[in-house]
């Protein structure tokens, strides 16, 4: 009796054994198509998104002063439309645009946005013209993507590398006029795939082979490594629209100068007189603008807009920036201890 149950245990245990090894090889034979099929997106990404992909270079007095990257997204008749960097094409007296193959044209700049690098560039139409499909849907946490463009100058052009994204919503703090105050809080695609200097205004891309940002930043040290920042679709939707159709990106303008009162020195602090207060200080009021008509005073202090707080100038401009033309924001301020609603509406920048 206990012989029969020693050989039916190990019969189970036998039959258990061989069901994992089974399993495990079926696993293993059957991941083999997954991994087939993921090579086959990516090869149809790169040859669907890679002929979109072009050189820019930058020449000032006579001479190349950069390079970079640009995107092919609209072809008419007789004009190719290409968008990059600002900071690619800024300060140049030529710039040049290289195609696959070598091809090289001059390229008319028909539009910039400082606050969110980007610039348009206009090329003569060539037949094998390619605009990139742009993506409808947002990029999401944990998609693989596609970054083409050109590192370390044209001499790797069309380097393609591969990764994932990394947060599809990250907010970077914009130091614009270097004075230590943050201006703008950019939103931008984190990624892993390489991004080196000469990629930026390069693409982007799914597996679709669709453009889902403009590689722009990148963030380089010693301890730090596969950290790459692409400016969304959607924005880069935004702002080509509004360049094409006014040669600038209008926002609404209040008209003041602000400062944090939480980065100001001690010193700064008691000579203005905002020694334990929160929130933004007014510096200066434009003559003449909505913050003037307002009843914005210097020595203000703005406290709320629309009933949030407000202690970051960067955290303020974004979400002014996020109100229309014309619309009229409720802005909370102190004043000489007292506090106001004042009813500002916003005007066009002059």
Request: net charge negative; glycine share 10%.
């Amino acid at each position: 009796m206990e012989r029969k149950k020693g050989i039916f245990l190990i019969g189970v245990v036998t039959g258990i054994l061989l069901m994992l090894l089974t399993l495990t090889i079926h696993q293993v034979f059957a991941s083999q198509p997954i991994t087939r099929d993921v090579q086959l997106l990516i090869d149809r990404a790169i040859e669907r998104a890679s002929p979109s992909v072009v050189g820019i270079v930058n020449h000032q007095q006579g001479l190349k002063q950069s390079t970079g990257s640009g995107v092919i997204y609209r072809v008419t008749s007789d004009t190719t439309y290409i968008v990059t960097n600002y900071h690619v094409v800024q300060g140049a007296d030529r710039v040049e645009v290289v195609f696959m193959g070598d091809r090289r044209e001059e390229g008319t700049l028909v539009g910039f946005d400082f606050l969110t690098d980007l610039a348009i560039l206009s090329v003569k139409r060539h037949a094998s013209d390619q605009p990139i499909p742009i993506a409808t849907d947002e990029a999401t946490t944990g998609d693989f993507v596609l970054a083409i463009g050109n590192p370390l100058g044209l001499d790797l052009y069309g380097t393609i590398t591969l990764g994932i994204v990394s947060s599809d919503k990250r907010y970077i703090p914009i130091d614009y006029d270097r004075d230590g105050e943050y201006d703008f809080l950019a939103q931008v695609i984190q990624t892993d795939a390489a991004i080196n200097p000469g990629n930026s205004g390069g693409a982007l891309v799914n597996l679709a082979g669709e453009l889902i940002g403009i590689n722009s930043m990148k963030i380089a040290g010693a301890q730090v490594e596969g950290l790459g920042f692409s400016i969304p679709a959607s924005v880069v939707l935004h702002v080509i629209q509004q360049l094409e159709m006014n040669g600038q990106v209008i926002r609404p303008y209040l008209g003041v100068q602000l400062k944090s009162i939480a980065n100001l020195a001690k010193e700064d602090q008691q000579r203005f007189d905002v020694a334990g207060k929160s929130g933004l200080l007014v510096i200066d009021v434009r003559a003449g603008s909505p913050a003037e008509r307002g009843g914005l005073a210097i020595g203000d202090i703005i406290t709320h807009m629309n009933g949030e707080r407000m202690e970051q100038v960067a955290v303020f401009r974004t979400k002014l920036y996020q109100q229309k033309v014309y619309d009229t924001v409720t802005l909370t301020v102190m004043r000489e201890e007292a506090t106001y609603e004042l009813e500002v509406k916003l005007s066009k920048r002059p």
